[in-house]
């Protein structure tokens, strides 16, 4: 677990100004959580939570939060000249596949034009250093091939979701090559995970914390593509990518100014329906079936190779799938209090920093 422990990145942010854009959702939350515990300053741009209850909410971490929308251009340029971050960290977006769908316009509008103003603020902020751009494994041109995308494989998209996170990649790009290649510039990455899962997620559309409402409810899980396969890894797996990537750019590593995937092992690539056997072994309770209504395209394969980051950065994912299946899904009941919801038979609860101590 040394990837993942409090400390495995010694001084690196201890006294730093990180800004961290989308710090109310689940993995921002998290993100700051574990900034917070190695003593960064930090300072939060986002919309209010999502859902209630949240993790963020639940945390009640002591940072500068400000709410703001990304599509502001200029209280995101305020934050930035008021904060003078040395580091940016932009997870602010529209997630959600199928939300995309409904609300292209606003997909596109966050995901795209919000990360070029994020750009552009830290751009006109002389203290930032380096910036981290969070895109997604959805950002590839889909094949449904049976082999994990590299980074230097085809952009794309087919909904709105997945073709506004390529946007976002070539922005970061054009500003990497078009802006800031003088000495003092700051250096910038792009950071490309998988499905992520762990304590705190209540959203939307997203299979744990589906089927946790479901079980509570006595209800089948209704699920849309039982064969797709996904990249399934913890949070605090991609998180301690974004970290380390985070730390090379502010020693100045420029090699590190480029995409880079942060995927699970080949273990961690499962069918959904793979991933919901694996849970009820130990949650018998858990039932599920597929909807017979019509469901907007999403992609049946996808997995990412991260060997390039195994080899250059030393990263590599350290939790296992069958860790993360049972350790998360009761840690959600129980932070929402729905006691009726039983635990897993294997489950042993832990905190948030219990986690980061693993």
Not at 13 to 28: A, D, P, S
Not at 50 to 78: C, F, Q, T
């Amino acid at each position: 677990m040394e990837m993942l422990a409090l400390n495995a990145f010694r001084t690196a942010y201890r006294g730093r100004r990180v800004l961290v854009t989308g710090h109310t959702g689940f993995k921002g939350s998290w993100l700051c959580l574990w900034l917070h515990a190695l003593g960064a300053e930090v300072t939060g741009l986002a919309l209010d939570p999502s859902s209630k209850p949240n993790h963020w909410d639940l945390l009640k971490l002591s940072i500068n939060d400000h709410r703001v929308d990304i599509r502001d251009e200029a209280a995101v340029r305020g934050i930035f000249a008021a904060e003078g971050p040395e580091i940016v960290f932009h997870l602010a977006a529209q997630p959600l596949v199928r939300r995309s769908y409904r609300e292209p316009v606003a997909t596109w509008a966050t995901n795209v034009m919000g990360t070029v103003h994020v750009l552009e603020a830290a751009r006109a902020t002389p203290d930032v250093r380096a910036v981290v751009v969070v895109t997604t494994d959805k950002c590839y041109e889909n094949r449904e091939w049976p082999w994990a995308y590299r980074e230097r494989d085809r952009l794309g998209g087919h909904d709105p979701y997945s073709a506004s996170k390529a946007g976002a990649e070539l922005a970061a790009a054009s500003y990497r090559t078009a802006f800031l290649q003088h000495s003092s510039a700051s250096l910038i990455a792009t950071a490309r995970g998988g499905n992520v899962i762990g304590g705190g997620d209540w959203s939307e559309d997203r299979l744990i914390p589906d089927l946790v409402r479901s079980v509570v409810a006595d209800e089948p899980l209704v699920i849309r593509s039982p064969h797709a396969t996904r990249p399934w890894q913890h949070v605090l797996d991609c998180l301690s990518g974004y970290l380390l990537l985070g730390r090379r750019l502010l020693a100045g590593d420029d090699s590190c100014a480029d995409a880079w995937n942060f995927g699970p092992d080949e273990k961690g690539n499962r069918t959904v329906e793979q991933v919901l056997r694996d849970l009820a072994r130990t949650w018998p309770k858990l039932r599920w079936q597929q909807t017979t209504d019509p469901q907007p395209h999403e992609a049946g394969l996808l997995q990412l190779d991260s060997a390039r980051a195994r080899m250059h950065l030393g990263w590599r994912p350290v939790w296992d799938l069958e860790k993360r299946s049972t350790t998360r899904p009761t840690g959600i009941a129980i932070g929402s209090n729905l006691v009726k919801c039983e635990a897993p038979t294997n489950w042993t609860p832990t905190s948030p920093m219990q986690s980061l101590q693993s």
